[in-house]
Nanobody, 115 residues
Framework: QVQLVESGGGLVQPGGSLRLSCAASGIIFSTYTMGWYRQAPGKQRERVAGVTSGGSTDYADSVRGRFTISRDNAKNTLYLQMNSLKAEDTAVYFC?????????WGRGTQVTVSS
């Protein structure tokens, strides 16, 4: 059974930092392209960042330079370090595991940026 479990969300003030984690089980984690997506109220889900099995990364323009995605294949865990958070980063953040024939999602973790 495949499970992606996000953690690390919460309430943070503007300018603050959070680190999200996604613990994966039931998949050969190292072979998957992993990604973080987010969905704000009333908006479509958007891709935040991704990392391939080979370690190549990509970022949405809105987070580039502030967020860092990384993976630890030994721990089957994906991370998202979020710095200089803004109110517009408020959303539910989802972990995604992708192969050409497989696509898995976690249930999400809420991030709220507010003073």
């Amino acid at each position: 059974q495949v499970q992606l479990v996000e953690s690390g969300g919460g309430l943070v003030q503007p300018g603050g930092s959070l680190r999200l984690s996604c613990a994966a089980s039931g998949i050969i984690f190292s072979t998957y392209t992993m990604g973080w997506y987010r969905q704000a109220p009333g908006k479509q889900r958007e891709r935040v960042a991704g990392v391939t099995s080979g370690g190549s990364t990509d970022y949405a323009d809105s987070v580039r330079g502030r967020f860092t995605i990384s993976r630890d294949n030994a721990k089957n865990t994906l991370y998202l370090q979020m710095n200089s958070l803004k109110a517009e980063d408020t959303a539910v953040y989802f972990c995604n595991a992708l192969l050409p024939w497989m696509n898995y999602w976690g249930r999400g973790t809420q991030v709220t940026v507010s003073s």
